[in-house]
């Protein structure tokens, strides 16, 4: 009997201790980048698909990424973000993310949407 209610408050604590890590300020910020590099690969699959229609949603990432690399870090999520958005965007899919998502002023300059 003890045992199990040991085992019941041990699982009651990692809960609440997984829970506050996924609405820390740090998950947050990684759903905004990720919710920018959506809405910016969104928006950039018809203008890129009009360009190559051979492009895979991969391949734009890795070249968006790459090339905003130059001017500062690119976090993963980010990335993640391009490769979905313009695999939605290509699918003709209703966006999950828009402008209005996305917290501007936490972000670099050059990541914004």
């Not at 947050?28 to 910016?40: D, F, K």
Request: net charge positive.
């Amino acid at each position: 009997m003890k045992a199990q209610q040991m085992s019941c408050f041990l699982s009651v604590v990692v809960l609440t201790i997984v829970s506050a890590f996924l609405s820390s300020p740090a998950a947050g910020a990684e759903n905004n980048a990720y919710r920018a590099g959506y809405v910016r690969g969104f928006r950039d699959a018809p203008i890129w698909k009009a360009k190559d229609p051979s492009i895979t949603a991969g391949r734009y990432a890795e070249t968006t990424r790459d090339a905003l690399a130059a001017q500062g870090p690119v976090p993963r999520n980010f990335w993640r973000g391009l490769r979905d958005g313009y695999r939605d965007a290509v699918r003709a899919y209703t966006p999950k993310f828009t402008e209005e998502d996305v917290n501007r002023e936490n972000l670099p300059s050059h990541l914004r949407p």
